[in-house]
């Protein structure tokens, strides 16, 4: 059974950090491209930032809206993939999934051909 397991969200005030991880079990952890989606209440769903399957040679990806405060992260004995949320602003505000394409590259524009989800998880930004 493939599982996507999100963990670390929650309540932050504007300025601070969280760092969200998503534990992936199920695959060959390698094969696949894993990415950070979130979902604003009444908005589309949005890429984040993704880690690139070893079979496209890795590489890490991000969304225009988070470049240069978000960090994602690969941790391959632990088969998790970790986002690291610095200066954080409420328009972070989202549910926040972890994503599983398999062979893929940057996943951030192609949330719609992802072949695996996390359940989700909140990360509230307080102003």
């Known amino acids: 059974e493939v599982q996507l397991v999100e963990s670390g969200g929650g309540l932050v005030q504007a300025g601070g950090s969280l760092r969200l991880s998503c534990e992936v079990s199920?695959?060959?952890?390698?094969?696949?491209?894993i990415g950070w989606f979130r979902q604003a209440s009444g908005k589309e769903r949005e890429g984040v930032a993704s880690?690139?399957?070893?079979?496209?040679?890795?590489?890490?990806y991000y969304g225009d809206s988070v470049k240069g405060r978000f960090t994602v992260s690969a941790d391959d004995a632990k088969n998790t993939v970790h986002l690291q949320m610095n200066s954080l602003k409420p328009e972070d505000t989202a549910a926040y999934y972890c994503?599983?394409?398999?062979?893929?590259?940057?996943?951030?524009?192609?949330?719609?051909?992802?072949?695996?989800w996390g359940q989700g998880i909140q990360v509230i930004v307080s102003s």
């Open positions: 994503g599983a394409l398999l062979r893929g590259s940057d996943i951030t524009w192609y949330s719609d051909y992802v072949d695996y």
């Open positions: 199920g695959v060959t952890f390698d094969e696949y491209a």
């Open positions: 880690v690139g399957s070893g079979y496209r040679g890795g590489g890490v």
